[in-house]
């Protein structure tokens, strides 16, 4: 499998040299030159593995520059039950007739970030050894994202993590999660400044290419194509444990914010797995939901992005949306590159509601979306919880409401549960008036002794902090 950048460029790149890559050198997202196609007889086959199975199976189609062996064995080493929970691993849990939840957040950080960070966390590790490399990962997070990389790279040999974080504003639950790790490569900086003064300073730090290369700076943001890979999986097994016999068709709905997840199911349904609608869920943020509805992407301004109660889905703009609309366009790259790097970088926005393909995104790739605000979010807990009995997060909550409006009658919908409800603690004492379920392994997080660095918002102390720690 060879893989091409969305806006052109003539190179042609093999998995794992990509694997530590992130944009393709024109600027564009890396995906795979076709989409291997899984017939009926697969999926019969496929119904019966458990899941690190499942996973080797779907990996193998898109990685071939690893032995079979070693793919299975990383595998097996991330999906099990210890890690996640569950023999299942994603276990499917019924709402309602027709309405059904996939158990995303079983995982270390108990939000759906893990399903793909543990297995990254794998590869990175086995390939930085086969070259004899080492790689220091900077990010930036406001929660799930750098939580979930820690989780995944600690004590990981050849890697070190150095994640900034906006000092003082991260949830008490997240803060700990993540401060409390000892993993002497694990490195948390919190930053005297918001989220986006973090992102600046890593931007800043990569921009500085003499630095990058000496200190073998990386990253393992959602465009990775390993992230989305990995994610693919789970709508598989979402799909297995809702149906009975391959040939019935399942929807999902996916609370989104920078369309890495839902990319995913796109992928899966383009495979050949039986989706019929892929339903989009935004909050107040709605950019996509926006697009899906009027054709016009419209990136927002910092002063117009809102901080809302489901926080990890508070983007200006959705940085895996690119693969989506490359595809949309019929994989026309130079049109591709004219919208995202000419038309966006110009203007902010752009307008295919009058393009043909525009009608496709509903008719042919099954899209559908909607939007959930504050009240939405509470009300769809409270509801949640009284009558079914079951408590979901803000997120999910999210992915809920928007999952009702498109329901329709045969055909099961899946909603992906992206965090567990303890993760956001004050929305759920707002909807409920009471604390949220803890996992056990989680009580008392909260006390234990933290390991953070405050550091001033300024790229040039971050610098001399990770040169410092690079020994
Ligand atoms: C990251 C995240 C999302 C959004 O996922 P995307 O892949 O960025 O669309 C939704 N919910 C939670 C809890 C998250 O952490």
């Given at each position: 499998?060879?893989?091409?950048?969305?806006?052109?460029?003539?190179?042609?790149?093999?998995?794992?040299?990509?694997?530590?890559?992130?944009?393709?050198?024109?600027?564009?997202?890396?995906?795979?030159?076709?989409?291997?196609?899984?017939?009926?007889?697969?999926?019969?086959?496929?119904?019966?593995?458990?899941?690190?199975?499942?996973?080797?199976?779907?990996?193998?189609?898109?990685?071939?520059?690893?032995?079979?062996?070693?793919?299975?064995?990383?595998?097996?080493?991330?999906?099990?039950?210890?890690?996640?929970?569950?023999?299942?691993?994603?276990?499917?849990?019924?709402?309602?007739?027709?309405?059904?939840?996939?158990?995303?957040?079983?995982?270390?950080?108990?939000?759906?970030?893990?399903?793909?960070?543990?297995?990254?966390?794998?590869?990175?590790?086995?390939?930085?050894?086969?070259?004899?490399?080492?790689l220091n990962i900077l990010g930036a997070t406001s929660g799930d994202t750098g939580s979930a990389a820690e989780y995944?790279m600690r004590?990981?040999?050849?890697i070190r993590v150095f994640m900034t974080s906006p000092h003082g504003r991260m949830?008490?639950?997240q803060q700990a999660q993540m401060f409390s790790l000892q993993d002497p490569n694990i490195h948390n900086l919190a930053i005297e400044g918001v989220f986006d003064d973090c992102q600046d300073i890593v931007k800043a730090v990569s921009?500085d290419?003499?630095f990058k290369?000496?200190y073998?700076i990386g990253t393992v943001n959602?465009?990775?194509?390993?992230?989305?890979?990995?994610?693919?999986?789970?709508?598989?097994?979402?799909?297995?444990?809702?149906?009975?016999?391959?040939?019935?068709?399942?929807?999902?709905?996916?609370?989104?914010?920078?369309?890495?997840?839902?990319?995913?199911?796109?992928?899966?349904?383009?495979?050949?797995?039986?989706?019929?609608?892929?339903?989009?869920?935004?909050?107040?943020?709605?950019?996509?939901?926006?697009?899906?509805?009027?054709?016009?992407?419209?990136?927002?301004?910092?002063?117009?992005?809102?901080?809302?109660?489901?926080?990890?889905?508070?983007?200006?703009?959705?940085?895996?949306?690119?693969?989506?609309?490359?595809?949309?366009?019929?994989?026309?790259?130079?049109?591709?590159?004219?919208?995202?790097?000419?038309?966006?970088?110009?203007?902010?926005?752009?307008?295919?509601?009058?393009?043909?393909?525009?009608?496709?995104?509903?008719?042919?790739?099954?899209?559908?979306?909607?939007?959930?605000?504050?009240?939405?979010?509470?009300?769809?807990?409270?509801?949640?919880?009284?009558?079914?009995?079951?408590?979901?997060?803000?997120?999910?909550?999210?992915?809920?409401?928007?999952?009702?409006?498109?329901?329709?009658?045969?055909?099961?919908?899946?909603?992906?549960?992206?965090?567990?409800?303890?993760?956001?603690?004050?929305?759920?004492?707002?909807?409920?008036?009471?604390?949220?379920?803890?996992?056990?392994?989680?009580?008392?997080?909260?006390?234990?002794p933290k390991r953070v660095t405050v550091l001033p918002a300024d790229a040039a102390k971050v610098k001399s902090y990770i040169a410092a720690h690079c020994a």
């Open positions: 499998m060879q893989y091409l950048s969305t806006r052109g460029h003539p190179d042609r790149r093999r998995f794992c040299e990509i694997l530590l890559e992130g944009l393709a050198p024109d600027g564009g997202l890396y995906l795979p030159e076709y989409y291997p196609q899984v017939d009926a007889a697969t999926l019969a086959r496929w119904r019966k593995l458990p899941y690190d199975a499942l996973a080797f199976e779907i990996l193998s189609l898109y990685i071939d520059d690893i032995p079979p062996a070693d793919l299975r064995a990383l595998c097996a080493r991330t999906y099990t039950a210890q890690v996640f929970g569950t023999r299942e691993i994603v276990p499917l849990k019924k709402l309602e007739d027709g309405l059904f939840l996939e158990g995303l957040s079983n995982g270390p950080t108990l939000a759906f970030k893990d399903m793909a960070m543990q297995l990254l966390g794998q590869l990175f590790e086995y390939e930085l050894a086969r070259r004899g490399e080492q995944a004590g990981k040999k050849g949830s008490p639950f921009n290419l003499d290369r000496r073998r959602s465009i990775n194509w390993a992230r989305l890979m990995a994610q693919v999986v789970y709508y598989f097994a979402g799909y297995f444990q809702a149906t009975t016999e391959s040939g019935q068709r399942v929807s999902f709905a996916v609370p989104s914010g920078n369309f890495g997840n839902i990319c995913a199911g796109h992928v899966a349904r383009m495979m050949g797995l039986p989706i019929d609608k892929l339903v989009l869920a935004t909050n107040e943020n709605d950019v996509l939901d926006e697009f899906f509805r009027t054709g016009v992407y419209r990136v927002r301004g910092s002063s117009d992005t809102h901080e809302t109660s489901s926080p990890s889905m508070d983007i200006s703009k959705a940085s895996n949306f690119e693969r989506f609309v490359f595809d949309l366009l019929g994989r026309d790259a130079a049109r591709t590159r004219q919208l995202f790097d000419e038309e966006l970088g110009r203007t902010g926005r752009f307008d295919l509601s009058r393009d043909p393909a525009f009608a496709q995104a509903r008719t042919r790739y099954g899209f559908a979306s909607g939007r959930s605000t504050h009240a939405d979010r509470l009300a769809t807990i409270r509801d949640t919880w009284q009558r079914l009995h079951v408590m979901v997060d803000t997120h999910t909550a999210d992915g809920l409401k928007v999952a009702r409006q498109h329901l329709q009658p045969g055909v099961p919908m899946v909603v992906l549960e992206t965090a567990l409800p303890v993760k956001f603690a004050g929305t759920i004492v707002e909807a409920l008036g009471r604390e949220p379920q803890r996992p056990a392994a989680f009580d008392g997080i909260e006390l234990l």
